[in-house]
């Protein structure tokens, strides 16, 4: 099946730098990635979707200048929280879907987890 | 974009059938209806995909009505590695529609 790897899975860092995720589909290209964000005991909230040499999709009430999007390439998307604080402290997920034949069922990385200190 | 309905939560034992249903009473003419697994600190895993009436893969069964107001998803004789978070997702399978995630049921298997 379609695989979509996510690196790191876990990351620290002090209150104010930047963090970057990436998000790559293994086996398949994706024109569109998805990030989401998840709180503990919670559902998944869409964030963003990622176009493949365009500007991303940010949701209401999600700051496009926080959570930078780039997605460079049909296999590669990232996803940058800059300046973090510690209520950035989240799950991030991201997703991608191989689109072929008709198919709009996305696959979903491992997951990273932020821990801002 | 449709939005749907689950119970919160259910309770099952080892070895039963367990049926988990979804309500989407706005559900479009394109869209289709996709169900996730989701484990603690673990990506949504997808689990199956209809349109209508009754779709069977190794996992599980769905099944859907004429209307399409609503699904259920079917999973056979559960064991403790079942318990999870199921979610019921409703999309336009031919286009890159975003997925907004409802509740999700939390499925419990006892022992």
């Known amino acids: 099946g379609a695989v979509v790897s996510q690196h790191p899975s876990w990351v620290i860092c002090k209150s104010g730098t930047s963090v970057k995720i990436e998000c790559r589909s293994l086996?398949?290209?994706?024109?569109?990635m998805f990030w989401y964000r998840q709180f503990p005991k919670q559902s998944l909230m869409l964030m963003a979707t990622s176009n493949e040499g365009s500007k991303a999709t940010y949701e209401q009430g999600v700051e496009k200048d926080k959570f930078l999007i780039n997605h460079a390439s049909l296999t590669l998307s990232t996803l940058t929280v800059t300046s973090a604080h510690p209520e950035d402290s989240s799950f991030y997920i991201c997703s991608a879907s191989p689109g072929t034949g008709g198919k709009n069922i996305q696959y979903f990385g491992a997951g990273t987890r932020l821990s801002v200190l | 974009l449709a939005k749907t309905t689950q119970p919160i939560s259910m309770d099952s034992y080892e070895g039963q059938e367990v049926n988990i249903t979804c309500s989407h009473n706005?559900?479009?003419?394109?869209?289709?209806i996709t169900w996730y697994q989701q484990f603690p600190s673990q990506g949504p895993r997808f689990i199956i995909q209809g349109y209508k009436t009754k779709v069977t893969n190794e996992v599980a069964s769905l099944f859907i009505p004429a209307d399409r107001k609503s699904s259920t998803l079917s999973l056979p004789r559960v064991s403790l590695s079942d318990t999870a978070v199921y979610y019921c997702l409703v999309g336009d399978r031919n286009n890159f529609n975003k997925f907004y995630f409802g509740s999700g049921t939390k499925l419990n298997v006892k022992p």
């Open positions: 086996d398949f290209q994706a024109t569109t």
């Open positions: 706005n559900i479009a003419t394109n869209d289709y």
